[in-house]
C-alpha cells in the first residue's frame, strides 16, 4: 500500500476531528504534491463533520467562516491556516462555474467524485494510507491529466477546468488523455457561454503564457485559442519557432510573440496595406477585453515592446552602437521611468523578444543593452536646444549627445560646464581625444569590466562615424 509522510501539526488536527468521533482526511493538491515528491505548502483537510461539528471542535482556535455556505471552515493556528471542509456532493451549474445546490455527504468517495482530475481526487488518512478510488496515482505514472469519471460532464460543470487541465499538464509536463482532449474539443464554447469573469480567465491564461509556445500550440490544437481569441489569426508552423529562440517564461514576452505572430499571418494573406504597429495594438486591445484585470500599465509594457521590440539587424553587428542607442532610447521613452528598464526585467524581457524576432539567439547583445541602457539612464547634460546655440546642429545631433554622454559619464563628469568642454575641445582637436578615450581604455582601469571597454570601444569607432558631421560654427 502506498503512503505518504503529514506533518506533526497537520496528523493533530486531523486527530482531534477523529478523537470527536468524525472521520478526516488531506486531499487535493497537496497529496498530488506529497506522491510527486514536491514542495508542499498548503493541505487541506476533509471530514465527515458538518461545519457546526467542525466549529465546536476547534472552538479554541481562531476560526475564519467565510465559506461556511460551501462547508468550510478556516482555523488559524501557530501562524498557519488550515481548511476544514465537509464531504459534499454538488448540483445544478447553471452559471458554467459554481453549484447551485451542496449537499453534505457521510463518504469521502462521494466528495472526490466531484473533483476535476484524477491526480486531484485522492485523499490520505492520519497514518498516510491513500484513497485513490479513481487511479490518480496511475496517472501521475503515466503523466496523463485525466478528468474523473466523465470529462464532458467535468467541463460542462466548470468550463475553466478546461484552462486548468492545460495548465496543469504544462505544469507537470503531462499530457492530456484522449477521452479529456476529446472534451475540450466539444465544450469549448462553454468558455465564451457561461459567465466566467474576465479576470478568472486572465489569471489561468496568464500561467499557460509562462511556458511559451508549448502552451500556445497545445491550447492552438485543441481551438481553445481561437475559441477565446477568434480575432488572432495564427499559423501552426510559425507557432513554435520564435518560442524557442530564447525562451522565457516572462508572460508578457511570450504575449507579445503571440500578437506579433498573429500580425504576420493577417498581413501575409492582406490585400490592403496595414500598419504593423496599429493592426498589433488592435489584436492586443481585443485580447485585454477577453481577459479583463491586467492593467493599463500592463499593456503599456506589451505595446513598447510590439511598437519598439524588433530591432534592426545592424544590431547583430559589432559597429551597431549608435543604432543600438537609437533604439534603446525608443524603448525608454515607452516606459513610465527610464530607471525601470535598467533595473528590473524590462531589459531581458526585450532582449528575449528581440530574440524571437530576429530568429537569432542575441544573449551576445546582453552586456551592450546593459552599458546603452546605463547610459540612456542617466539625463543628458546638455539638451538638444542646448547645443545648437553651441553650434551644433544637423541629424545625428541625438547621437552625438549620447555617445558624448557615455564619455562623460565615464569619466564622471557631471556638470554640464565640463560636458560643454569636452566637446568644444573634442570638435577643435578629435583625433586627439579619440586617442584620449582610447588610452584610458588600454589602463586597463578596474572600474570597467572588459565587457563595458569593448562597448567604450564600439561607442568611439561610432562616434568617430558621426563626428564627420562637423557644426556649424
Known amino acids: 500500500m502506498t503512503t505518504i509522510t503529514i506533518p506533526a501539526r497537520v496528523r493533530s488536527i486531523m486527530q482531534q476531528l477523529l478523537d470527536s468521533g468524525h472521520q478526516a482526511y488531506i486531499v487535493g493538491g497537496c497529496v498530488r504534491d506529497e506522491i510527486m515528491q514536491r514542495p508542499v505548502t498548503d493541505y487541506d483537510i476533509t471530514t465527515s463533520a458538518t461545519p457546526e461539528q467542525i466549529k465546536e471542535v476547534f472552538s479554541q482556535y481562531k476560526q475564519m467562516n467565510f465559506g461556511e455556505k460551501h462547508g468550510t471552515i478556516a482555523i488559524h493556528d501557530q501562524g498557519q491556516t488550515y481548511e476544514i471542509t465537509t464531504y459534499r456532493i454538488e448540483e445544478g451549474y447553471s452559471d458554467g462555474r459554481r453549484p447551485d445546490r451542496v449537499t453534505f ?74 477521452s479529456t482532449a476529446r472534451a475540450i474539443l466539444q ?50 508552423d510559425r507557432i513554435l519557432p520564435r518560442y524557442q529562440v530564447l525562451p522565457t517564461t516572462s508572460p508578457d514576452v511570450n504575449l507579445a510573440i503571440l500578437v506579433k505572430d498573429s500580425y504576420d499571418a493577417h498581413i501575409a494573406h492582406a490585400t490592403e496595406d496595414l500598419h504593423p504597429n496599429k493592426i498589433s495594438r488592435k489584436f ?16 503599456t509594457k506589451i505595446k513598447a515592446l510590439l511598437d519598439h521590440g524588433t530591432p534592426p539587424a545592424v544590431l547583430l553587428e559589432t559597429d551597431g552602437s549608435a543604432e543600438l542607442l537609437r533604439w534603446i532610447d525608443r524603448m525608454f521613452s515607452a516606459y513610465e521611468s527610464k530607471h525601470e528598464f535598467v533595473y528590473t526585467s524590462e531589459r531581458d524581457d526585450l532582449i528575449a523578444f528581440s530574440s524571437a524576432m530576429l530568429e537569432s539567439d542575441t544573449r551576445n547583445l546582453q552586456s551592450r543593452i546593459d552599458a546603452a541602457s546605463m547610459i540612456l539612464a542617466h539625463p543628458l547634460p546638455v539638451s538638444g536646444p542646448d547645443a545648437k546655440v553651441l553650434g551644433f546642429d544637423g541629424p545625428h545631433i541625438r547621437d552625438i549627445l549620447h555617445l558624448w554622454t557615455h564619455a562623460a559619464w565615464y569619466r564622471g563628469y557631471t556638470e554640464p560646464e565640463q560636458f560643454i568642454f569636452m566637446i568644444t575641445n573634442h570638435w577643435k582637436n578629435p583625433e586627439l581625444d579619440l586617442e584620449v578615450l582610447r588610452s584610458e581604455i588600454s589602463d586597463g582601469s578596474p572600474k570597467q569590466t572588459d565587457e563595458e571597454n569593448a562597448y567604450l570601444q564600439s561607442l568611439i569607432d561610432a562616434f568617430s562615424t558621426v563626428s564627420t558631421h562637423q557644426p556649424d560654427t
Open 284 to 299: 492586443l486591445s481585443q485580447l485585454f477585453e477577453v481577459v479583463k484585470g491586467w492593467g493599463n500599465y500592463r499593456m
Open 187 to 236: 465544450t469549448n464554447h462553454l468558455l465564451i457561454e457561461h459567465a466566467i469573469t474576465g479576470e478568472r480567465i486572465g489569471t489561468e491564461f496568464n500561467e499557460i503564457l509562462r511556458y511559451g509556445g508549448t502552451g500556445i500550440a497545445s491550447m492552438h490544437s485543441l481551438e481553445t485559442l481561437q475559441t477565446l481569441f477568434p480575432f488572432l489569426h495564427l499559423e501552426p
Open 105 to 178: 455527504v457521510d463518504r469521502i468517495e462521494l466528495d472526490l467524485a466531484r473533483r476535476d482530475f484524477t491526480i486531484n481526487a485522492m485523499a490520505a488518512d492520519v497514518e498516510g494510507a491513500l484513497i485513490d478510488p479513481y487511479g490518480g496515482i496511475d496517472d501521475i505514472s503515466k503523466k496523463l491529466i485525466r478528468a474523473v469519471g466523465d470529462p464532458v460532464a467535468r467541463f460542462t460543470e466548470d468550463s475553466l477546468r478546461i484552462l486548468r487541465a492545460y495548465r496543469f499538464s504544462l505544469r507537470f509536463d503531462f499530457s492530456l488523455d484522449e
